[in-house]
């Protein structure tokens, strides 16, 4: 197992830098998320000790592996809705590294849990899976509340880290749109801050993605090395406008 495939199964940000700590977190929250002895059926006890023989490999790895930087800061998916439309209160937002450190502690019993019966229960049923990747935060359009229809996700597994420019040392925010209509002209509006608590961005950049097709995915990386905080404020199609 790859040290990458290994944060996905524990949960672990790419972004956070890792220590020994911050793995047996991970292993420990995991572990009692997934305990075989929570499943009395015995085709999902034995789903689940499969699964709890992969998170073995997974804390071996990452222990094994040397330590990696952090790579980025950005507020979650939760809060790039909130700040697109103005009404969110932040009470106590951290970075992204931090964040992958904190969730793994407070969310990963609940979440993880749900993501295993989802798994088990699509399984029993002969279907597939439709637990949603734990390093994707997706918001959909009536959450997101842009001018143009449109959800969004944004990656915490590297996926476009290629499409990073070099010039950006602290790295990219990795994103995509998944637009409701078709646009021959999208304009991105891209917002930052320095400030967690910011109700609105300190600094805005303008991006225009050409071509976006309704359902599928326009990728939008971005990076701005004077603030650890970026999103995708406002989204607008310029079809028709003069």
């Known amino acids: 197992m790859d040290a990458l495939t290994a944060r996905q199964v524990l949960r672990i940000s790419p972004d956070s830098p890792l220590t020994p700590e911050l793995v047996e977190r991970a292993f420990a929250g995991e572990s009692a998320a997934r305990h075989p002895s929570l499943y009395p059926d015995p085709a999902a006890r034995a789903q689940a000790e499969q699964w709890a023989a992969t998170l073995q490999e997974a804390r071996a790895t990452l222990l094994a592996a040397p330590p990696a930087p952090a790579r980025r800061r950005r507020l979650p998916g939760w809060a790039i809705a909130a700040i697109a439309v103005g009404v969110v209160v932040l009470l106590s937002l951290i970075t992204f590294g931090t964040l992958g450190a904190v969730r793994l502690i407070s969310e990963a019993g609940e979440s993880a849990s749900r993501a295993l019966e989802s798994e088990i229960g699509d399984a029993e049923a002969g279907g597939g899976s439709g637990a949603s990747e734990p390093w994707v935060d997706r918001m959909e359009a009536d959450e997101t509340f842009f001018a143009f229809p449109a959800a969004i996700e944004f990656y915490a597994d590297g996926r476009y880290l290629g499409e990073c420019p070099?010039?950006?040392?602290?790295?990219?925010?990795?994103?995509?749109?998944?637009?409701?209509?078709?646009?021959?002209?999208?304009?991105?509006?891209?917002?930052?801050?320095?400030?967690?608590?910011?109700?609105?961005?300190?600094?805005?950049?303008?991006?225009?993605?050409?071509?976006?097709?309704?359902?599928?995915?326009?990728?939008?990386?971005?990076?701005?090395?004077?603030?650890?905080?970026?999103?995708?404020?406002?989204?607008?199609?310029?079809?028709?406008?003069?």
């Open 166 to 242: 070099d010039e950006y040392a602290q790295g990219c925010w990795q994103a995509a749109l998944f637009t409701e209509a078709d646009c021959d002209a999208l304009q991105v509006q891209l917002g930052f801050s320095n400030d967690a608590s910011a109700m609105a961005p300190d600094s805005t950049e303008i991006v225009e993605k050409l071509d976006a097709v309704a359902g599928e995915a326009t990728v939008v990386v971005f990076g701005n090395d004077d603030y650890g905080y970026g999103w995708i404020n406002q989204v607008t199609c310029l079809d028709g406008v003069g």
